[in-house]
């Protein structure tokens, strides 16, 4: 099992930057991707990025490529999103979350599929003004 802690969510100004934290514990080497998604009130949960940790190959939804950058520090242990040029529309519940390896699946599929994802934190605030 891994279990995962976010931080660094907080209130920001519209054009500002953030950058969210997500310190991974437990049996870490089993998660072979490890993603960022968020939820805003009312809105169903979307995956922003992903990372799959073999290679630190990044996998980005369109609608969030060249704002937010994905990036691990694997010694640390430590997943980081970080989200420039903040907009009102950003302010969500951000969660870091992990998955471990499926037979037959590419790094690709398994890292894009929301679906995957068993091991989720407990999410961090994002809230854009």
């Known amino acids: 099992h891994v279990q995962l802690v976010e931080s660094g969510g907080g209130s920001v100004q519209a054009g500002g930057s953030l950058r969210l934290s997500c310190a991974a514990s437990?049996?870490?080497?089993?998660?072979?991707?490890m993603g960022w998604f968020r939820q805003a009130p009312g809105k169903e949960r979307e995956r922003l990025t992903s990372?799959?940790?073999?290679?630190?190959?990044?996998y980005y939804a369109d609608s969030v490529k060249g704002r937010f950058t994905i990036s691990r520090d694997a010694a640390k242990k430590t997943l980081y999103l970080q989200i420039d040029s903040l907009k009102p529309e950003d302010t969500a519940m951000y969660y870091c979350?992990?998955?471990?390896?499926?037979?037959?699946?590419?790094?690709?599929?398994?890292?894009?599929?929301?679906?995957?994802?068993?091991?989720w934190g407990q999410g961090t605030q994002v809230t854009v003004s």
């Open positions: 990372i799959y940790t073999t290679t630190d190959m990044p």
């Open positions: 979350a992990a998955t471990d390896s499926k037979p037959g699946l590419s790094a690709g599929f398994l890292c894009r599929a929301s679906y995957m994802y068993t091991y």
């Open positions: 437990g049996d870490t080497r089993s998660a072979s991707c």
